[in-house]
């Protein structure tokens, strides 16, 4: 399971960078009304995306063959994640250079509530993690097509589901274990990734594309 994990691992690790998630969860948990509500509505998002990304790799792994599938097919799809992530970094540095990172919500939104404004955090939830799905996707499909038995294949799903929920469900967790002592601290990672958000989310694609362009090569050639 160990080389398994080496791959797979450093993958998730790679799709929990998302400055926006953080943000949006930073306000959620520092609302005055329903904030863990609020924060979990878009936790439930990701994790409604996730489990659909897992299937859907789970379900390509099959349709393409299962263990029968050429060896390079886990290369191509490393490839294909390689380039959205690409795609992303370059329009970061080049075209989203003049936008403004938001690090709070209008108004309006402050102060509305029900459950048409929590299915909309969920919807935001699982909008805000689609990129990532460029690193989660090829390693659920790693693990699909490692040749490792269920069990630990399930184990190495779970945890690459896990780890890629953090930015969604660390922040309410927290919240719920430690109470208002992690708004402040939470806060300030806020204020840095806004501050910073361009350069974080370019330098996080740039660096895990060419991370994923190496091992799709090396499984393709």
């Known amino acids: 399971m160990t080389p398994l994990l080496a791959q797979v691992l450093p993958l998730a690790a790679g799709a ?14 520092s609302r005055a009304r329903n904030p863990l509500a609020w924060a979990w509505s878009v936790a439930l998002g990701v994790a409604l995306l996730l489990v659909a990304a897992t299937a859907a790799a789970l379900l390509f792994h099959v349709g393409t063959g299962g263990h029968k599938a050429s060896p390079e097919l886990k290369g ?3 490839l294909v994640g390689a380039a959205v992530l690409f795609g992303v970094g370059i329009y970061e540095l080049v075209w989203a250079k003049g936008a403004q990172p938001k690090s709070r919500m209008p108004a309006a939104a402050e102060g509305s509530e029900g459950a048409g404004v929590h299915w909309a955090m969920v919807g935001a939830g699982a909008g805000l993690i689609l990129p990532n799905l460029a690193l989660y996707f090829p390693a659920a499909h790693e693990v699909a097509a490692s040749g490792e038995g269920p069990a ?3 184990a190495a799903l ?4 896990v780890i890629t929920m953090v930015p969604a469900a660390a922040p309410p967790l ?3 274990i430690l109470g208002d002592r ?5 806060q300030a990672l806020n204020d840095y990734v806004t501050d910073h958000r361009r350069g974080v989310t370019a330098g ?3 660096v895990f594309g060419v991370v994923l362009l190496v091992s799709g090569l090396i499984q393709v050639i």
């Open 16 to 29: 929990t960078i998302s400055p926006a998630m953080v943000g949006l969860q930073v306000i959620n948990i």
């Open 76 to 78: 191509v799809v490393k």
């Open 152 to 154: 630990v294949r399930a």
């Open 158 to 161: 779970l945890l690459v589901f």
């Open 174 to 176: 927290a919240l719920m």
């Open 182 to 186: 992690v708004k402040a601290p939470l």
């Open 204 to 206: 996080a694609c740039l």
